[in-house]
């Protein structure tokens, strides 16, 4: 059984001023969020300490009002007893009349607690805090003391199997990525393929290769078609790291390719404008793309064409393999974050761009791409240099197509595991939600599957009402919009998808949602007209269908349908547009707690994008259309 009671019948904030003497040393402490814990910031004398301060001693419960609501609480460790904090750190009393101490402290290292402190938070953009009436009135069912114990041994049970799951999943990780790393070490050192070379041993030799590539550079710059670059350096033994087969050859990325290319084109025809952010970390991700016009995007972008390899310069996307080909680009043309390097494949004696992506993928391309970085911290970037001197290993032609497949193979197949280890990620995390539903959860709530929403199963059943309900598949960026807007939209605002969303280029974006949508088990990517778009795997298709009938997604389905129903009105034009304008007049709305037209626009045209030649959201959107979405969202509030 469980009965009823306010947050203020079990908690209470308590202070202990301290009367700070100039010339003594004190602790002063700060509370790191997502669950990290408690620390001291600094030792700092009394004297240089202007604000009001209040002393907190070992085991008390102190929380921040500003990052409460991600994570940011603690018990005071012993060797931060007489710390100091800001009034901005609460002190929390907890009433064990009503909960146990160890039972409450238990909770709040789950989504329980977090919860909590969402519902409990509001105000401004950068400025949202915990606020006493709101969190303080909030009503909770508990369960009686006598079944306290019961719970208590109940979640840390749940707590060490999550522990054993959690280390075992961390494992797999870790060994698939290694596994990974290890099949791009073989491929590049010609040890994926003896076997093939053994069945093909009267190929062309690399080095020929080689020969007709320089040749075609040495005539396209002769035709003035290139211009004439500093002779690289003849490759020394001391640089060679390791034996490759007789029929390859040593080179430079610089002897074969193009380096950051720009492209000619006179005519102002659509291309493709990507962002660094739409660039993935994981392998064989093409990117996807906006549709733009090449005028508005050739100057001040970096240029790539159709079949470009492009990673990251700048750290830390450097050092987190960010990199791509580029493919089904519109026009075979593109142009994008000034934060890229591109190479480019000569047009005739081509080297498969596939194989040198695998090149930048892997370990030895990073680790010494890092060492030579250049910048203050922060903007480190790799220099131009580094990628022409980079000595690669060339094989054969066809020896580098038998390679890129079965690399590509090779990846399928642990992208394959990658899903499972995903889904067993989401299974661990669930078995404390299911503890958790049990005991706090209304009886009148019993009728309903104990198992909580598997939220890659939100994201897929997401992508089948898209398809079901505005007949097409969207991809990642509607994705991030429609899960904000679905729990932004209502003056009771959902927790469907409790992530921290910035304000990007499209709109809203989170880099949570990003992940769990590479990761989903139940989506794929696939072609489109417009780039790539994600969809249903068809394997697991009755998977998600079913999750229709089951009673703990009613919600969710019911939310998403209105929401995909004003998607679909007729308010100020293409569908993508309203969404973007939707989505951005919603966070503003909500980020500033406004809904005054002449601040919401002027917001606006504060908001810097990189769009179709579009600099702010302003520029991009009339004042008119923005009035007819927010007076369209403030009607939905006022439901």
Same mark, same amino acid.
């Given at each position: 059984?469980k009965?009823?009671y ?5 908690l209470?904030?308590f202070?202990?001023?301290v ?6 040393d004190y602790k002063?402490?700060? *509370?790191?969020s ?6 001291l910031?600094?030792?700092k004398?009394g004297s @240089? &300490? ?6 907190v001693?070992?085991?008390?419960f102190v929380l921040s009002?500003?990052?409460?609501r991600n994570?940011a609480?603690g *018990?005071?460790p012993?060797?931060?007893d007489?710390?100091?904090?800001t009034n901005d750190?609460?002190?929390l ?7 146990s101490?160890?039972l ?7 989504t329980?607690?977090?919860d909590l402190?969402n519902r ?5 953009t ?6 006493k009436d ?7 069912? =508990? /369960?009686?003391?006598?079944?306290q114990k019961?719970?208590?041994h109940?979640?840390l049970?749940?707590?060490?199997k999550?522990v054993?799951?959690? +280390?075992?999943i ?8 290694q ?5 791009l ?6 040890k994926l ?9 009267d190929i062309e030799?690399?080095s020929?290769?080689?020969?007709r590539i320089? %040749?075609?550079?040495s ?9 004439k670059e500093?002779?690289?350096v ?5 640089e060679?790291?390791?034996?490759? /087969?007789?029929n390859?050859?040593?080179?430079? @990325?610089?002897?074969?390719g193009?380096i950051?290319?720009k492209?000619?084109?006179?005519q102002?025809i659509e291309?493709?404008?990507i ?5 993935s970390d994981h392998?064989?991700?093409i990117p996807?793309?906006?549709s733009r016009?090449w005028n508005?995007?050739k100057k001040?972008?970096t240029?790539?064409a ?8 700048i750290?830390?996307c450097f050092e987190n393999s960010k990199a791509?080909v580029?493919?089904? @680009?519109?026009n075979?043309?593109?142009?994008g974050t000034?934060?890229?390097? &591109?190479f480019?494949?000569?047009p005739?004696?081509k080297?498969i761009?596939?194989?040198i992506?695998?090149?930048f993928k892997?370990t030895d391309f990073?680790?010494?791409?890092a060492a030579?970085?250049?910048g203050? %911290?922060g903007q480190k970037?790799? /220099?131009?240099?580094y @990628? =022409?001197?980079k000595i690669? /290993?060339?094989?054969?032609f066809?020896e +580098?197509?038998?390679i890129v ?5 090779i990846m399928?197949?642990c %992208?394959?595991l990658?899903?499972k ?5 989401q299974n661990a995390k ?8 049990e005991?706090f ?5 019993k ?9 890659s199963?939100q994201l897929? =059943?997401?992508?089948?009402m898209?398809?079901?309900?505005l007949?097409?598949?969207?991809? !990642?960026v *509607?994705?991030?919009k429609?899960?904000?807007n679905?729990?932004?939209l209502y003056?009771?605002?959902?927790s469907f998808?409790p ?6 280029n499209?709109g809203?974006?989170?880099v949570?949602l990003?992940?769990e949508?590479?990761t989903n088990?139940y989506l794929?990517?696939?072609s ?5 778009v994600?969809c249903v795997?068809?394997? +697991?298709?009755?998977t998600?269908?079913a999750a229709f009938s ?5 919600d969710? &389905?019911?939310s998403l349908? +209105?929401?995909l129903? &004003?998607?679909?009105?007729?308010i100020?034009g293409?569908?993508?547009?309203q ?5 951005t007049v ?5 980020d500033?707690n406004?809904?005054?037209i002449?601040t919401?626009?002027s917001t606006?045209e ?7 030649g579009?600099?702010t959201?302003a520029e ?6 923005? !009035?007819?979405?927010?007076l369209f ?5 006022l439901?």
């Amino acid at each position: 059984m469980k009965k009823r009671y306010l947050i203020k019948d079990f908690l209470k904030r308590f202070k202990r001023p301290v009367q700070l003497i100039p010339d003594k040393d004190y602790k002063l402490v700060t *509370i790191s969020s997502k669950h990290r814990g408690i620390k001291l910031r600094e030792l700092k004398k009394g004297s @240089l &300490i202007k604000s009001n301060m209040y002393e907190v001693k070992a085991g008390d419960f102190v929380l921040s009002g500003i990052d409460a609501r991600n994570g940011a609480f603690g *018990i005071i460790p012993q060797e931060l007893d007489g710390g100091i904090i800001t009034n901005d750190f609460w002190c929390l009393q907890i009433n064990e009349n009503v909960i146990s101490k160890e039972l409450f402290l238990e909770l709040t290292a789950t989504t329980w607690f977090d919860d909590l402190c969402n519902r409990g938070s509001d105000g401004t953009t950068n400025r949202v805090r915990l606020q006493k009436d709101k969190f303080f009135s909030q009503e909770v069912p =508990l /369960p009686l003391k006598n079944e306290q114990k019961h719970l208590l041994h109940k979640i840390l049970s749940i707590k060490q199997k999550s522990v054993t799951l959690t +280390q075992e999943i961390e494992n797999q990780k870790k060994l698939l990525s290694q596994f990974k790393q290890a099949t791009l070490e073989e491929a590049l050192q010609g040890k994926l393929t003896e076997k093939w070379r053994v069945e093909n041993p009267d190929i062309e030799v690399a080095s020929q290769l080689l020969k007709r590539i320089k %040749a075609e550079k040495s005539q396209l710059i002769n035709e003035k078609k290139l211009k004439k670059e500093k002779d690289l350096v003849t490759i020394s033994k001391e640089e060679i790291p390791f034996e490759i /087969p007789e029929n390859w050859v040593w080179c430079r @990325l610089g002897d074969i390719g193009l380096i950051n290319p720009k492209n000619n084109e006179k005519q102002n025809i659509e291309s493709s404008f990507i962002p660094m952010e739409f660039i993935s970390d994981h392998y064989g991700v093409i990117p996807i793309y906006e549709s733009r016009q090449w005028n508005d995007i050739k100057k001040g972008y970096t240029h790539f064409a159709e079949n470009d390899i492009g990673f990251a310069k700048i750290t830390p996307c450097f050092e987190n393999s960010k990199a791509a080909v580029f493919k089904n @680009l519109k026009n075979n043309i593109g142009a994008g974050t000034t934060e890229l390097h &591109i190479f480019r494949c000569l047009p005739e004696n081509k080297v498969i761009c596939n194989f040198i992506y695998a090149i930048f993928k892997s370990t030895d391309f990073l680790k010494n791409g890092a060492a030579v970085m250049t910048g203050s %911290a922060g903007q480190k970037r790799v /220099p131009k240099e580094y @990628l =022409l001197n980079k000595i690669i /290993p060339l094989p054969p032609f066809d020896e +580098q197509q038998a390679i890129v497949e079965k690399i590509e193979n090779i990846m399928a197949q642990c %992208a394959i595991l990658e899903k499972k280890i995903a889904q067993s990620e989401q299974n661990a995390k669930m078995l404390m939600k299911a503890v958790l539903k049990e005991a706090f959860e209304n009886k009148e709530r019993k009728d309903v599957d104990e198992v909580q929403m598997d939220r890659s199963l939100q994201l897929a =059943l997401m992508q089948i009402m898209f398809k079901q309900k505005l007949g097409i598949n969207y991809g !990642e960026v *509607i994705m991030q919009k429609t899960a904000y807007n679905l729990d932004h939209l209502y003056r009771k605002q959902s927790s469907f998808f409790p992530y921290s969303f910035q304000s990007c280029n499209h709109g809203a974006f989170s880099v949570q949602l990003r992940e769990e949508i590479e990761t989903n088990p139940y989506l794929t990517t696939k072609s489109a007209e417009k780039g790539n778009v994600i969809c249903v795997d068809p394997e +697991q298709n009755s998977t998600v269908l079913a999750a229709f009938s089951n009673p703990v997604y009613t919600d969710y &389905i019911h939310s998403l349908t +209105q929401l995909l129903e &004003i998607y679909s009105l007729p308010i100020i034009g293409k569908k993508s547009e309203q969404i973007e304008l939707f989505n951005t007049v919603l966070k503003i709305v909500n980020d500033l707690n406004i809904t005054d037209i002449n601040t919401i626009y002027s917001t606006m045209e504060k908001w810097e994008i990189e769009q179709k030649g579009f600099k702010t959201k302003a520029e991009k959107f009339s004042k008119l259309q923005t !009035e007819k979405i927010l007076l369209f969202i403030k009607n939905l509030q006022l439901t």
